[in-house]
């Protein structure tokens, strides 16, 4: 089995796989990507295309027409287990100790959620009707995932283009649930508590006024959602997107909310997209980690954390000095890219 190691000085896990590979795997890897690109671009071997749902793992979750069986088309988003998953669904933590160190099983699920039963369809022209389920889709595998006790945290994002990271050409987005908080969402989730203990008000919620107040970095906004360019980005051109009405997760999203938000998602990428001619993008859910009640879980978490999509166009490669410091480098003002996408 896969297992999970712990970095004993930063309290961030690492995930070390069990077959361990020879340097050649990396040449290796390069090329399967390059083949696979051109093989499963025009959907002749695409194993997520309708028709051929034999050649994935059993399906977990569909919206499909009524009355046609599990793993047959007829379906609108469709949920499998990810071939090769990192994280394993079957098994108990094994949390130990080996000397001074922590390991446990990489225990968790890795799922694919295919968005589209069309092959070349990009998320944003899904259509606000269609974006509605895929979004439902994400929130029935939280409201799922989160029934396991092993599971503290449930991710949902999106890998667009290659070097994004990207496993198909065929539309959809990964889901990873893991029996530890992600150390980047532990320390957003730190940052939101220690916020809410000296203001007693959720920092999201400041932020969304300040923005409506400075106006300067919105990108969109509806009754119910906004997008902005954050005050301080890692990235240039990256931009979140976030609930007016306070809610720290994602599923309890209501259904006009969950409209507008599929509106704002399709219309900012699309935006992106045209600004940047087809970056490679991610884009990531940033919700509450699982509330079932634990001995460590604090109780203004409700109140705190205030969930949000984070995306960000990959524009620039980072340098040794960012990765290593986390000193981000920003060629473009956040005041500026909020302009450019808006004005596309
Ligand atoms: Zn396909
Ligand atoms: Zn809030
Ligand atoms: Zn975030």
Known sequence: ??????DPILSRWVAVLEDSKPPHYYFERGIEHIERAGRDSDGAKCILCPGREDKTPHEIFAIREIGTPQNTPNWQTRVVPKP???????????RRGIGMYDRMNSIGANEIIVESPSHDTHPEDLGITHMTMVLTTYKNRIN???KDPRFRYTFIYKDCGKTAGELYHHPHSQVIATPVIPKGIKEELD???????YKERCIYCDIISEELRAEE??????????????????????????PKRHSCAFQDIYDEAMEDLSLILMTTIKKMKILFKNPPYNYVLHTAPNRMPRKDHWHTLGEDFHWHLEVTPHLTTKSGFEWDSEFYILPTSPEDAAKYIKEV
């Open 144 to 146: 799922e995932l989160e």
């Open 191 to 197: 940052g939101a508590k220690a916020y809410y203990y």
């Open 217 to 242: 970095r919105i990108i969109m906004e509806t009754k119910n959602i906004i997008a902005f360019s954050p005050f301080a980005p890692r990235l240039p051109f990256e931009f979140w997107i976030m």
């Open 1 to 6: 089995m896969h297992e999970l190691r712990k």
């Open 84 to 94: 090769n998953p990192t994280f394993q669904i079957e098994g108990d933590l094994g």
